[in-house]
């Protein structure tokens, strides 16, 4: 899919919808697309299916007034990876659920009201050179047996403590990343597991 644009006008429920009950799908790609003013998403990976849709790459795509830009609600919906997307004002930008896993990569995510990114998968995912600005929040991290690797990315201004939320169990890892114009004065960085996290820089 290229080069196409999907308005909903604050009326349609999702731009695109993958749920498909008698094959499984692989290697989509979505390049130079638009998802706008949908009221539940960009694109639904996996609702109410019986097989998987795999293997997925979104590249220069743009989400804006979304509920969620893109959402990953099923089982079996790996390996879907992230390219010089940016998300707009969507409530959360990517949504990755139980039994997915993505790969998100020099993203833009900008005044998300709910969270950029949220997790509850069961396959190891990682960010690496996104930048987030102005966000309610940048990654709420839910999963219990996936890792998450956070790496080189950059966090400005985000609306309500923390910036990254750890409620899961797993181990997430970040790495190189610069957290800027805090809201307050609390960590950037809040996890619930009894694990400490040794070293946390930000301005």
Known sequence: FVG??????GVAGVGMDFSNKKHFETEQRFQHCAF???????IRMGYKMRYATAETLYEN????????????V???????????CEFRGCGVGIYGG???????????????????????????????????????QFVDYR?????????????????????????????????DTVFTNAPSKEAPIWSAA??????CCWS
Not at 74 to 84: C, E, K, R, W
Request: glycine share 8%; with cysteine; hydrophobic share 40%.
């Open 98 to 136: 139980k039994g997915s896993n993505f790969y998100i990569r020099e993203c833009r995510f900008a005044n998300s009201t709910e969270s950029d990114v949220v997790f509850m998968g069961e396959a190891g995912s990682s960010i690496r050179r996104s930048v987030s600005q102005g966000s309610k």
């Open 36 to 42: 706008l003013n949908l009221t539940d998403s960009g």
């Open 194 to 199: 009894r694990v400490p996290i040794t070293t």
């Open 4 to 9: 196409l644009t999907w308005d909903g006008r």
């Open 61 to 72: 795509c743009y989400f804006a007034n979304c509920t969620r830009g893109i959402a990953l």
């Open 74 to 84: 099923n089982f079996n919906v790996l390996d879907h990876t992230m390219i010089g």
């Open 143 to 175: 999963a219990i047996v996936a890792p998450l690797a956070i790496q080189d990315c950059r966090v400005d201004g985000w609306k309500a403590s923390p910036a990254i939320r750890i409620a899961g169990t797993a181990p997430v890892y970040v790495m």
